[in-house]
Structures are given as structure tokens and as C-alpha cells.
């Protein structure tokens, strides 16, 4: 092989072979709602990720308490989408993005749950275990609430999406989208618990 | 910002970073960061190696040491698992992802710890096989606490966890030699021709033993060959000196080397 076409001319055509599945395992990350860095970081490293195409995140994530909302919500959006037909302001893979770190979040609150209903964190009179205690309760009520805005995001979106079939214009909706992708990211954001005084 | 959480994570507690209980979620996440800490890590210490040459070569050693890093895992990884898993312990391709990632960008994160040293060391002129021997070391270095930490963070349990291990390091071990290899030059003596990829011949057991038997003063027949990928002749003048024999003889068996 390298007889025919030269080594310079054989390692140039790997490489670009290397860059040309690199793309498809980028593309194929970004469509299962993984964040832009990692479907990037594929052009260079694909081979560690492409155990992360075999299976969408969404899938596998453990349900959390807001599931069955989470899960109702999107399946009336996806059926407006559906019902939009070549009309829909954007496609199906772009909410499944949203699906997925929506249920992320939701699943991280499910972990913090478990931890405080298995009396991991029980009443101690150390007052830097109390404040932290009180940290993490705060922090799961604000991921809560963040969860709780986004899904009205969406069901707004949904009615965008309804309006659209009048108005014709979805820049509305896909503003929407792009609102509800950055609370999104927020939420996949750690929140550092304050350190107690 | 995110960089310097996840490095600050890396250097306090790499263990907890991979210890994740969804090791694909986290993967997913870290992947980006991690990577984008090993490019800049491993470029800082590459531009500190390739300071020695200068010019052009101090960017071409920048880009290429990541690459040196990150080319023997993404060869090695499916060879360790597999010694892994021989060795009962059972781990998920995303978590041997993960940790390999993490100990990766641990050892670019102290590799660039170390670049100052090495720029220090640098600055007084050693001799280029000091100079290699230098950046050899740094790599070491930097290299080992990234593999303790994958160690480390390694499931409790199965037999004969330290042949898997060793098997791991061996495996490792050689795909780095051999793409420091193919990847060279990194350090070039300051009147050879820069090239971004030296040509594809022979391999690194080669290099060595042609390196071995040269330090006792037992020259074989085997050369370096010149050009490559991106090559830049050396200044006219210099070459001209080398030619014409004006120069030191070393500078003069270097050249005719072509390294």
C-alpha cells in the first residue's frame, strides 16, 4: 500500500480518514444532546467517545422525581412538532438536546434525594455540617425551580410552535429554543455549595 | 472557567473526578475540558522543548506534544481494557476512557509545571543530548502521577491486578516510544533543518540502539534521513560552513546526519 501511493501520500490519507470518522462521531454526539465541547473534542480523540454513541444519555439516565412531567411535557411538544410537518420551526433532534439535560438534572435531583431521605445528613450539632446540609437542600430547590422554568419554556414553545402555523415566522420559537438551551446549560453547571463560615 | 475547575479538580482529587457513578454521563462532560487541559498543558511544555531549537520548531514541538500525549491512549486503551478485564476487573469502556483522559490531562497539567525548569535548563545551552535527555525526564516526571492516578482509581477486586497493571504500563509504554517516534523532531540541535514530521523509516528500538552504540563511540551505518513533512533546509551559511568542514565536528557529524 504505501508502495503505491508514497508514505507522505498513505499517512496524509489516514489522517484525513482518522478527521473524516472524527466528524461522524462529532456529529453523532451532538445529536444525542452531548455538550459542543465533547462532540468537538471527537475530531481529535473519537475513539475514547464512541462508546457514547452507542447509547443517548437520555436514555439511560435513572428517573428523577420530575420525570413523568419532564416526560409529558416534551411528548405533547414533539407531537406539535409532528403535527407542524414541514412547517416546524425546528427538528425533533434539536429538542431531544433539551430532553436530555432536562433528565440529567432531574436525575441529579433524584441523587440528592436519595442522600437526604437515607439520613446521610442527619440533625448534628456540628454547625458545618448543619449549613452544609442546609446548602444542598437550597441547592436542590434551586435546580428544582430552574427545571420548573424551563418546562414552562417548553410549553411555550409548544404554543409558538402552534402560532407559527398562522403567523409563518419562527424566529419567535427558535429564540425560545435558544433561551431554554442556556437554562439548560446552566443547569448542567456545578453549583458550588458556600462553604460554611 | 470551567478549565479551572475541572484542572483544580485534576490536581486536588483526580480519584473523585473519575470515581463518577454514571462514568458515561461524566465522560460526556469532561470530555471537552479534559482534553482542552491536555492541548494546552502539553502545548506550553512542547513550546518549552521546541524553545531549544527556536524559531519554527518551537510551534511545531507546541502542537506536536499533545499529540504525543494522546496518540499512545487512543492506540493503547482497547489492549488495557482488554488486560483489565482479564484480570476480573470489570470496567466499562467509558470509565477506561475517562481515567485515561484524567491521567492524561493530570500529567500535561505538571508537565507545563515544569516547563519553567526545563526553559531555566534550557537557557544555559546544554548539550542536545542533555537537552533530550532533559525533556525525557520532564516527561517521566510528569508522566507518572497521571498513571498512579488511573491506578489508583482502578476497581477493588479481580486476581493478579498488578500483572493487568504492568501489562498496561509495558503496552503504554512502547506505544509512547513509538509515537515519540514518528512524531520527532521535538528538540532539533540549533543547525539542523526543521521539519514538522521527520519520514516514516524505521523505529524507535533502531533509534536506540544506534543511539547506544554511538555514545561508546561504535558508529554504525544507519542515518537519521533528512526532510519530512514541512521541511526547512538549514541557513545557506551554515550549511556551508558544515560542508566546507569550518565548523566543530560535531556540528559537522550532525549535519551530515541530517539531524
Given at each position: 500500500?504505501?508502495?503505491?501511493?508514497?508514505?507522505?501520500?498513505?499517512?496524509?490519507?489516514?489522517?484525513?480518514?482518522?478527521?473524516?470518522?472524527?466528524?461522524?462521531?462529532?456529529?453523532?454526539?451532538?445529536?444525542?444532546?452531548?455538550?459542543?465541547?465533547?462532540?468537538?473534542?471527537?475530531?481529535?480523540?473519537?475513539?475514547?467517545?464512541?462508546?457514547?454513541?452507542?447509547?443517548?444519555?437520555?436514555?439511560?439516565?435513572?428517573?428523577?422525581?420530575?420525570?413523568?412531567?419532564?416526560?409529558?411535557?416534551?411528548?405533547?411538544?414533539?407531537?406539535?412538532?409532528?403535527?407542524?410537518?414541514?412547517?416546524?420551526?425546528?427538528?425533533?433532534?434539536?429538542?431531544?438536546?433539551?430532553?436530555?439535560?432536562?433528565q440529567r438534572a432531574d436525575a441529579?435531583?433524584?441523587?440528592?434525594?436519595?442522600?437526604?431521605?437515607?439520613?446521610?445528613?442527619?440533625?448534628?450539632?456540628?454547625?458545618?455540617?448543619?449549613?452544609?446540609?442546609?446548602?444542598?437542600?437550597?441547592?436542590?430547590?434551586?435546580?428544582?425551580?430552574?427545571?420548573?422554568?424551563?418546562?414552562?419554556?417548553?410549553?411555550?414553545?409548544?404554543?409558538?410552535?402552534?402560532?407559527?402555523?398562522?403567523?409563518?415566522?419562527?424566529?419567535?420559537?427558535?429564540?425560545?429554543?435558544?433561551?431554554?438551551?442556556?437554562?439548560?446549560?446552566?443547569?448542567?453547571?456545578?453549583?458550588?455549595?458556600?462553604?460554611?463560615? | 472557567?470551567?478549565?479551572?475547575?475541572c484542572a483544580t479538580a485534576l490536581?486536588?482529587?483526580?480519584?473523585?473526578?473519575?470515581?463518577?457513578?454514571?462514568?458515561?454521563?461524566?465522560?460526556?462532560?469532561?470530555?471537552?475540558?479534559?482534553?482542552?487541559?491536555?492541548?494546552?498543558?502539553?502545548?506550553?511544555?512542547?513550546?518549552?522543548?521546541?524553545?531549544?531549537?527556536?524559531?519554527?520548531?518551537?510551534?511545531?514541538?507546541?502542537?506536536?506534544?499533545?499529540?504525543?500525549?494522546?496518540?499512545?491512549?487512543?492506540?493503547?486503551?482497547?489492549?488495557?481494557?482488554?488486560?483489565?478485564?482479564?484480570?476480573?476487573?470489570?470496567?466499562?469502556?467509558?470509565?477506561?476512557?475517562?481515567?485515561?483522559?484524567?491521567?492524561?490531562?493530570?500529567?500535561?497539567?505538571?508537565?507545563?509545571?515544569?516547563?519553567?525548569?526545563?526553559w531555566l535548563y534550557y537557557s544555559?545551552?546544554?548539550?542536545?543530548?542533555?537537552?533530550?535527555?532533559?525533556?525525557?525526564?520532564?516527561?517521566?516526571?510528569?508522566?507518572?502521577?497521571?498513571?498512579?492516578?488511573?491506578?489508583?482509581?482502578?476497581?477493588?477486586?479481580?486476581?493478579?491486578?498488578?500483572?493487568?497493571?504492568?501489562?498496561?504500563?509495558?503496552?503504554?509504554?512502547?506505544?509512547?516510544?513509538?509515537?515519540?517516534?514518528?512524531?520527532?523532531?521535538?528538540?532539533?540541535?540549533?543547525?539542523?533543518?526543521?521539519?514538522?514530521?521527520?519520514?516514516?523509516?524505521?523505529?524507535?528500538?533502531?533509534?536506540?540502539?544506534?543511539?547506544?552504540?554511538?555514545?561508546?563511540?561504535?558508529?554504525?551505518?544507519?542515518?537519521?534521513?533528512?526532510?519530512?513533512?514541512?521541511?526547512?533546509?538549514?541557513?545557506?551559511?551554515?550549511?556551508?560552513?558544515?560542508?566546507?568542514?569550518?565548523?566543530?565536528?560535531?556540528?559537522?557529524?550532525?549535519?551530515?546526519?541530517?539531524?
Amino acid at each position: 500500500m504505501a508502495r503505491v501511493l508514497g508514505a507522505d501520500a498513505l499517512a496524509v490519507s489516514l489522517a484525513l480518514l482518522y478527521l473524516a470518522a472524527g466528524a461522524g462521531v462529532a456529529l453523532a454526539l451532538s445529536r444525542r444532546g452531548h455538550p459542543a465541547a465533547t462532540a468537538v473534542s471527537a475530531l481529535a480523540i473519537w475513539p475514547l467517545l464512541l462508546s457514547l454513541t452507542r447509547r443517548g444519555p437520555a436514555a439511560r439516565a435513572p428517573a428523577g422525581p420530575m420525570s413523568g412531567r419532564i416526560a409529558a411535557c416534551f411528548e405533547a411538544t414533539f407531537e406539535a412538532l409532528a403535527d407542524a410537518g414541514d412547517a416546524a420551526p425546528l427538528g425533533r433532534e434539536e429538542l431531544a438536546g433539551l430532553l436530555a439535560a432536562l433528565q440529567r438534572a432531574d436525575a441529579r435531583l433524584a441523587a440528592v434525594d436519595r442522600l437526604l431521605a437515607r439520613g446521610a445528613l442527619p440533625d448534628s450539632a456540628d454547625p458545618g455540617v448543619r449549613d452544609s446540609a442546609l446548602a444542598l437542600r437550597q441547592a436542590r430547590a434551586r435546580s428544582a425551580g430552574e427545571i420548573e422554568a424551563v418546562l414552562a419554556g417548553v410549553l411555550q414553545l409548544r404554543l409558538q410552535i402552534g402560532l407559527l402555523a398562522l403567523a409563518g415566522d419562527d424566529r419567535a420559537a427558535r429564540q425560545r429554543l435558544a433561551e431554554l438551551r442556556d437554562r439548560a446549560r446552566a443547569l448542567e453547571e456545578l453549583t458550588p455549595i458556600p462553604s460554611p463560615p | 472557567m470551567r478549565l479551572l475547575t475541572c484542572a483544580t479538580a485534576l490536581l486536588r482529587d483526580p480519584v473523585a473526578l473519575i470515581d463518577d457513578p454514571d462514568p458515561r454521563a461524566a465522560l460526556g462532560r469532561l470530555a471537552g475540558p479534559l482534553l482542552g487541559i491536555t492541548a494546552l498543558g502539553a502545548g506550553v511544555f512542547g513550546a518549552v522543548v521546541g524553545s531549544y531549537r527556536g524559531g519554527l520548531q518551537l510551534f511545531y514541538a507546541a502542537v506536536k506534544m499533545p499529540a504525543l500525549l494522546l496518540l499512545p491512549v487512543v492506540l493503547s486503551l482497547p489492549a488495557i481494557r482488554a488486560f483489565l478485564r482479564a484480570s476480573e476487573l470489570e470496567v466499562s469502556a467509558p470509565w477506561v476512557a475517562l481515567a485515561a483522559l484524567a491521567g492524561t490531562a493530570r500529567a500535561a497539567i505538571l508537565a507545563a509545571a515544569l516547563g519553567p525548569v526545563l526553559w531555566l535548563y534550557y537557557s544555559i545551552t546544554p548539550d542536545y543530548h542533555a537537552a533530550v535527555m532533559a525533556m525525557v525526564v520532564g516527561l517521566g516526571l510528569a508522566g507518572l502521577p497521571g498513571i498512579g492516578t488511573v491506578l489508583r482509581a482502578l476497581p477493588s477486586g479481580g486476581s493478579q491486578r498488578w500483572l493487568a497493571a504492568a501489562g498496561a504500563a509495558v503496552i503504554l509504554g512502547l506505544t509512547t516510544a513509538q509515537s515519540g517516534w514518528l512524531l520527532r523532531p521535538f528538540i532539533a540541535r540549533p543547525t539542523a533543518e526543521v521539519a514538522f514530521l521527520r519520514p516514516i523509516e524505521s523505529d524507535i528500538f533502531s533509534g536506540l540502539a544506534h543511539t547506544a552504540s554511538a555514545s561508546v563511540g561504535v558508529y554504525s551505518d544507519w542515518e537519521a534521513a533528512s526532510g519530512g513533512l514541512l521541511y526547512r533546509a538549514p541557513p545557506a551559511q551554515e550549511r556551508s560552513q558544515v560542508e566546507a568542514g569550518t565548523t566543530s565536528e560535531e556540528t559537522s557529524a550532525d549535519w551530515s546526519r541530517g539531524r
